[in-house]
């Protein structure tokens, strides 16, 4: 039977689980029928495909885990099913975090204005700049395979050992599972960087465009300053929600070694929910397109009633 705790973390997370897959696959069939239709795709488009894909996937993943936390604690902890989930997890975090921080370099290079001849070359060749960041996050994949097998060697020779030399086992590896955590955080560490690079640039381009204007004795109200902003909200929102990501992911990691089989885990685990659902319906927000197709739909769905 499962408690009353149990059965609240459960409708929680499979709630959350609904608004991300909705969000999600509105944003990936409303890109994809556009590309279909037009027979052609935009950058950015193309990125939010493939984000919407990495958050379905994040979502299944996570919700599966919330499911055997909630419903069978003993059966998530064999080596296997472990060891399976967590590398699935890895995968599909690793690159929904990446094109993210994509998408927030496309809104820099597409929407800022200097003239420095590094900015420029980049703005150029945008297309080439997003493979290569993408190109370059597979090295860092690489390097969490490698340090999530060490961990799995560490845990399956946890679940072979007997009781006896249980305990002195689980003491002497605790320097090791903390060193594990530590550098496996690194690998939040860049997209972190560029992202806030992008946010200060474009706060940078924006204080200078809105100069510049000034200057002119213009309006501050063109569509290049509204471009700016949406694109800094967009980058904002982000870089927050990624942010309560990340340390609810680090806190539920030490909750779950220190405190195997507590409700406090379970429940921090949902702030891991937060960021693929959230996100998704910013981008729906702050997405012309998106929002006037949503709006379109909630109209059709209002009317059928």
Known sequence: MLAGLDIIFLTLSTAEFIIGMLGNAFIGLVNCSEWVKNRKISLADFILICLAISRIAQLLVSWFESFMMGLSPLFFSTYKLAKSITLLWRITHHLATWFSTCL???YLLKIAQFSHSLF???????????LAILVF???????????LETFNDLFSNVDAMDESNLT???YESKTFYVKTLILLSFSYIIPIILSLTSLLLLFLSLVKHIRNLQLNSMGSRDSSTQAHKKAIKMVMSFLFLFTVHFFSIQLSNWMFFLFWNKKITKF?????????????????LGNSKLRQTALKVLCNLRLTK
């Open 120 to 130: 420029l070359w980049l703005r150029w060749r945008m297309n080439r700049v997003v």
């Open 137 to 147: 996050s597979l090295f860092f994949l690489l390097f969490d395979f490698l340090m």
């Open 104 to 106: 927030s370099i496309f």
């Open 168 to 170: 002195l086992y689980i």
């Open 268 to 284: 921090i685990m949902l702030a891991v929910y937060v960021f693929p659902s959230s996100h998704s319906l910013i981008l729906i």
